[in-house]
């Protein structure tokens, strides 16, 4: 029997997830909810994918020549489980609604922590959802980072964390966000929230991030200092990296050196809308000195959350146990392991 899963909110997270539960075996999607009868929508009914609406958006999509499949509300009742993916802090305002209809939801890493009864990372804390009716997946960076910090736990004493987050300031298709000609200091205070949402999955770790947004739309870049007891050489910590699921290196001869050279390898290799859901490290960023490992990795804002998403519907269900889980979405997406080039 596979698990229904609908998905509320078909923008940039949205449809990614809409295409990765399409290639699940043990998942159907029932359809997708979108506000704007818009490309994107045209897309997703172009594609074969039932497009549900609110009643008050009908007009719209009608003028639009956009086939819809029902309403919304239509849409839940037919699922098991709802991924919200609407803007930060819509999830929070469509929890009622579920709650209403008693369906369990993920929500998105825009949303405060305290819409959901946990939050999630696969690789740190997969059974911590079990039985949950309420989970969120964690933003872009604080996924990042919580795979990285994980892996890095998984075979050292993690003593404590610093970030510095160099974040791409609007997704491609974004055509009003900025800046555009500034670094942006985004908070100004320490620590950026980011350090408060790793705390969301692993409590007790002492870490402190700072962050900022440059003109770029690519990917996110972080720079991370992690204090471990005993002292690691570089090749333990790169081999420990790259045994991890979901962290790619990449190498000192291939060149790579910067986020635009990661997108084009990933167009060269055919990755649909050139996703990247897998972290990406420099190896030869990778330093260590007195028990202080020092790295540089990229984040592909647009699709690590992917993965994530899927892993958590089977958590929550109980569906699979954690590696099953994680190989699964793993193989379906595609996703690389080790060095990627
Ligand atoms: P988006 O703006 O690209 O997409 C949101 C979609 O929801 C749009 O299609 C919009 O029309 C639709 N929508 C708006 N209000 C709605 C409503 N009331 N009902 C149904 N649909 C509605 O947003 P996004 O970038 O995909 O972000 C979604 C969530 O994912 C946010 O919580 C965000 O913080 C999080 N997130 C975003 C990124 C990223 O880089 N874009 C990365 C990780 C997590």
């Not at 084009?264 to 055919?270: A, L, N, S, Y």
């Amino acid at each position: 029997m596979k698990i229904k899963v609908s998905v509320n909110g078909y923008g940039t997270i949205g449809k990614r997830i809409a295409d990765a539960i399409m290639k699940q075996p043990d998942m159907e999607l029932v359809g997708v909810s979108k506000l704007n009868a818009d490309y994107e929508a045209a897309i997703a009914v172009r594609k074969g994918i039932k497009l549900y609406i609110d009643e008050s958006s009908k007009e719209n999509f009608k003028k639009a020549g956009i086939e819809v499949a029902g309403t919304k509300v239509e849409m839940i009742n037919d699922s098991q489980i709802v991924i919200d993916a609407t803007p930060d802090g819509i999830g929070a305002k469509n929890k009622a609604l579920y709650v209403s209809m008693k369906k369990p939801a993920i929500f998105q890493g825009g949303e405060d922590a305290d819409v959901a009864e946990a939050s999630f990372s696969a690789l740190c804390n997969y059974d911590e959802v079990k039985g949950k009716n309420y989970v969120r997946v964690v933003s872009c960076n604080t996924t990042g980072m919580l795979r990285v910090i994980c892996a890095l736990k998984n075979s050292f004493k993690v003593r404590k964390v610093r970030v510095v987050l160099i974040r791409r300031a609007a997704d491609p298709r974004e055509v009003k966000k900025g800046p555009i000609n500034s670094i942006l200091l985004n908070p100004v205070e320490l620590p950026s929230h980011h350090a408060v949402d790793v705390k969301t999955v692993l409590k007790d770790l002492d870490i402190l991030t700072m962050a900022y947004v440059v003109p770029t739309t690519l990917m996110h870049v972080h720079a991370l200092m992690v204090q471990v007891d005993g002292n690691p050489n570089r090749e333990e910590i790169i081999n420990v990296l790259e045994s991890s699921r979901r962290i790619l290196g990449v190498s000192k001869e291939s060149k790579i050196a910067s986020t635009a050279e990661i997108v084009e390898t990933f167009r060269d290799i055919g990755r649909i809308r050139y996703d990247v859901p897998e972290v990406v490290f420099f190896e030869d960023s990778v330093h260590s000195s007195n028990g202080e490992i020092f790295l540089t990795y990229a984040v592909h804002q647009e699709s690590i959350v992917v993965p994530e998403n899927i892993d958590a519907i089977r958590a929550m269900f109980g569906l699979k146990e954690k590696e099953e889980s994680i190989s699964l979405t793993d193989s379906t997406l595609g996703l690389l392991r080790g060095r990627l080039v």
